[in-house]
């Protein structure tokens, strides 16, 4: 397909990051925009699950949250066990105090694309595919203006540009901006580096509390963590797109991989995530006889993936090479999975990016030599907010990757052991729920 030669913004990258910030660019007022991505419609890994209060209230205020709120499952809280009992329950009620969405919705990444692509669409804006940018530079005849080349050799030449094409982003790797972990490269023997994720169905059908759809479970056992989110029958029809049909209910799971354990397979087979399950998982999904009284096997795998867990930030979010050039998303900053605050911080990033690009394509109507104060402000802001979530999901992983091996011979206890009691015992308090809820809501960090 044709791209059209000049536009004023260019959206380069069509996840939940991109497509948040033209729904915005809309919202605000600015239709001169062209949104690409390199793959086909659908064809992105989905892996994110949960959007927060505070991100539902963002799109809320850009009229983009209805179409997510009809699909979505309403979560009510976390839980945080052992592979057979509760340590903590957690609700999201505290939140009602602060926001009409005392909930966090969970909702695959790839049926999230494809709602906000819905909604673009009946916006009269369509996501060019497939396009893959492959280079920048500055425009010979006017200095504010970039030219982004393609692959297939078509240029567009934008005065904004948005880089929301990930974690192994061309636009940021063009532009010169570093990528790296904002405490050093020294953390490369994390225990809890490398992660598996799944979609699963199992026969038979697990039961029991950590079954219910309306929680997000974490186990903790032995120095691992362990994610078990119920979706239900919700969204078998998308999640199975691609492969053998199935009406049972489809749970994903994810696991951190022992650095000890070697490196995971690039698409976990069934045999190795069954083998996940019996190590880490809850007991209620087990195979095991000796842990599950009623053992269940995984019967379908109807997706899976690897990815790494360590953590990057760009050394800067706004530059100039001609046009003003943004980093949002996994291209601008990566982390842990922990919290569920990746794509979240992702979204709220492409809703206020979009409102600052707006007033400075405003002011620069008025004058033509505006400086970038507006953009500059934003984006140290922005790189600030980064850094804080990249603190809270990395004292998360810590907490999880706690053993229970003795701390010395003259103290029986461990790390772990401490850990669970005190949430065992913190748990039952008002301000400790009202805290979690409000760490993992976003309402403090948007």
């Known amino acids: 397909m044709s791209l059209p030669e000049n536009t004023t913004v260019l959206i380069v990258g069509a996840g939940p990051a991109g497509l948040t910030a033209a729904l915005s660019l809309v919202h605000y007022g600015c239709h001169d925009f062209v949104i690409v991505d390199a793959v086909g419609e ?10 927060h209060c505070a991100t539902v209230e963002a799109l809320a205020s850009i009229n983009a949250a209805d179409g997510l709120l009809s699909r979505a499952i309403k979560g009510k809280g976390i839980r945080i066990t052992s592979r057979t009992s509760q340590i903590f329950d957690g609700t999201f009620d505290p939140l009602k105090k602060h926001s009409v969405h005392p909930y966090a919705l969970c909702i695959p990444q790839n049926v999230t694309e494809f709602v906000l692509g819905q909604k673009l669409q009946s916006l009269g804006v369509q996501v060019q595919r497939p396009h893959r940018a492959v280079g920048m530079k500055q425009n010979e ?12 050799g078509q240029v567009i030449r934008a005065r904004y540009i948005i880089g929301a094409d990930g974690a192994r982003s061309i636009i940021r790797t063009v532009a010169g901006i570093g990528f790296s972990d904002p405490e ?9 580096a490398q992660m598996v994720s799944a979609d699963v169905t199992f026969e038979p059908e697990p039961v029991g509390p950590f079954t219910l759809e309306t929680h997000l479970n974490a186990t903790v056992f ?9 979706f239900g029958n919700h969204f078998n029809t998308e999640l199975t797109r691609d492969g053998k049909p199935t009406t049972k209910p489809i749970f994903r799971i994810g696991c951190a991989i022992p650095a000890k354990n070697g490196e995971p397979p690039h698409a976990p087979p069934k045999e190795y995530i069954q083998n996940l399950i019996d190590s880490y998982g809850p007991a209620c999904i087990s195979s095991d006889p000796s842990l599950n009284p009623k053992p269940v096997k995984v019967d379908q795998l109807v997706w ?14 706004f530059t100039r090479l001609g046009a003003a050039i ?29 409102e600052a690009v707006t007033k400075h394509i405003q002011a620069s109507a008025e004058d033509p030599d505006v400086d970038d104060t507006i953009l500059q402000e934003f984006a140290e802001a922005r790189h600030a907010r980064a850094l804080e979530i990249i603190g809270f999901t990395k004292t998360l992983m810590k907490l999880a990757s706690l053993t229970y091996d003795p701390y010395a011979w003259w103290m029986p206890f461990s790390w772990a052991s401490i850990r669970d009691l005190m949430l065992r015992i913190l748990g039952r308090y008002d301000f400790v729920q009202s805290k979690v809820a409000w760490g993992l809501s976003g309402l403090g960090r948007r």
């Open 304 to 317: 899976s993936t690897r990815f790494r867990t360590h953590s990057a930030i760009a050394d800067r979010t």
């Open 222 to 230: 032995s120095g691992n963590i362990f994610f078990l989110a119920p």
């Open 326 to 354: 943004f980093l949002v998303g996994d291209a601008a900053h990566i982390h842990s999975p922990a919290g569920g605050q990746g794509m979240n911080l992702a979204m709220r990033d492409a809703i206020f990016l979009a």
């Open 42 to 51: 659908g064809l992105n890994a989905s892996r994110a699950i949960a959007i």
């Open 184 to 192: 050093g490269p020294h953390l490369t023997n994390n225990l809890l």
């Open 141 to 152: 005849k006017d200095s504010r203006i970039t030219d982004v080349s393609f692959e297939d």
